[in-house]
Every structure is written in C-alpha cells, then in structure tokens.
C-alpha cells in the first residue's frame, strides 16, 4: 500500500490524519425566546406552555444528567479502590504463599532421593512457579505498585517492558516537562487510558510498533498513545472491533480531572489517541478558594 506522496509508508511513518473527537459532555440547552410574531400571535399562551413544558424537561434531563456523571464518578472510584485492595491481597496474601510453598518444595526436592517423588516434586515446584508469575502480574495488571510508590514514569516504563515481551507489539515511552510527579488522581486515571489503550492495540491494531509520549507544558499534561497499525473508521462502530467501549471508558475516567481524550484513526495507517488534562497549580488552588 502506498502513501498519499506515491511512496510505501514505513514501519514509524505515523502519518497525520482526520481528527475525530469523543462525545464531550453537554449541558442542557436553554430554551431559546419565542419569536415577537409567536408573542402576538392567538396562539402565544399555548406556545408559552410549550416552551415552559421544554424549560422544565431540560432541567430535569441536566439534574438527571449530573446524577448520572457522579454515579458514575462514584462507580468508578470505587472500581479503583476495589483493585487496589485485591491487588495488595494478591502480593501479601497469595503471592507470599506461593513463595512458601515453592521454597519448601525446593528444600524437599534437594532432601529426596526416591526418583518418582523427585520428578513429581520438580513438577509441582513448576506449577507453583507458574502460578506466582500469573498472580504478580495479576496483581501488577490490577493495581502496580510503581504507580503508588514511584510515580507514573516508571510505571509506564515498566509496563511498557511487560507489554512488549508478552506481545508482538514494540512500545517505546518518551517522555519531555515532567520534573515532579502529577497529582495522585490525574497520574491513575493517565495510567488507565495507556493500559486501555494498549490493550486494543493488543486485540485490534497488529501493530509491530507502538509509542507512547507524554509531556507537560505550563499547566496541561499531555499523553499520546500512537501505533502503526490496521487502524479503523471512528464513525463506523461496526468496523470498530469493540473498540468503542474501551475509547468511551477513557473518557469517562479523563471527565473525572477535567480532561478529554482525542481518537485519530485511518484504516491502514494506525491510530493515535491523545489525552489531555489541566494541572491546577496548588497557588492557584488557593487563590480561587479565597
């Protein structure tokens, strides 16, 4: 396949393309003035009930509309926070169990002479040591410890890492404007949408090559997630492969610190999707609740 310039597009050629944004929330539109003639006219009494009929359904969808946005900020804080807590379950609990075991079964396989028991102990300390590396990752997957402990560079570092040698998919992380870490809410819900993300490029995308870039400038973060893959028509949902419940997943989590998500996507060409999110300085902070 060949370029718009008539050349064969390599494997990082990512190429500017169409944007097409998500679904940003709206509020409820005001109801608009009558016309002077409708005011005149003998129907005006049956033309303001209608307009105040419109008024008040509005309200009530924008109230409808809030309750919903905080549920949903609820639902998600608590899908979070519930992560958090198997996760920690699965590192202190299950993973030092595991160990136990896979030590003990080391300690009986060195003391073992009978051939049978060591063959079926050397086949049990496998297992075991199988089943460890699925629970940490497991709980890395859920809840990673580096986000919490060092911040969020290095843990899209070090799931980048994870993600490359366990998919066909190279993923590079640049990074340009960072020299503290962002605060705690905005750096989980930038981790989410990597993850997500790259998961579709998992499922979806073939893409040999993935990058992930992010920066700051002045009092905006931004993150970019971009491959070089299949790519597919953001209008088309059905040529989508299920991407769309992921790509509005991510704006649901950027609308809970204020940001949005932008989705570039032609087919053959790969897609790029950029997040953005303000950064509210702590003076500033201060100054507006003063």
Known sequence: MTGPNGRQPSPLDFREKAPQRAPARR??????????????????????????????????????????????????????????????????????????ILVRLRLLERTAHDDEVLENVEELRELTAGALDSVRRMAMDLRPAAL??????????????????????????SVGGLRRRLPADVELVLYRVVQEALTNVAKHSSAPLARVALSRRRNEVTLQVQDNGVGFE????????????????????????????????????????TARVPIVSKRASTRRKT
């Open 148 to 173: 919490d402990d060092l911040g969020l560079v290095p843990a899209l570092q070090a799931y980048a890492e994870r993600f490359s040698e366990n998919w066909p998919t190279k993923v590079t992380v």
């Open 234 to 273: 953001p209008a088309d949902k059905t040529q989508s492969n299920g991407t769309g419940l992921g790509l509005f997943g991510m704006q649901e989590r950027l609308a809970l610190v204020g940001g949005d998500v932008q989705i570039e996507s032609v087919k053959g060409q790969g897609t790029t999707i």
């Open 27 to 100: 509020r409820a539109p005001v109801v608009p003035s009558p016309p002077l003639a409708c005011t005149l006219c003998a129907n005006r009494d049956f033309v303001s009930g209608v307009l105040g009929d419109l008024g008040h359904a509005l309200g009530e969808a924008g109230e409808y509309h809030d309750r919903i946005q905080e549920m949903s900020s609820q639902v998600l804080t608590a899908h979070e926070a519930e992560r958090k807590r198997i996760a920690r379950e699965l590192h202190d609990d299950t993973a030092q169990a595991l160990t136990s």
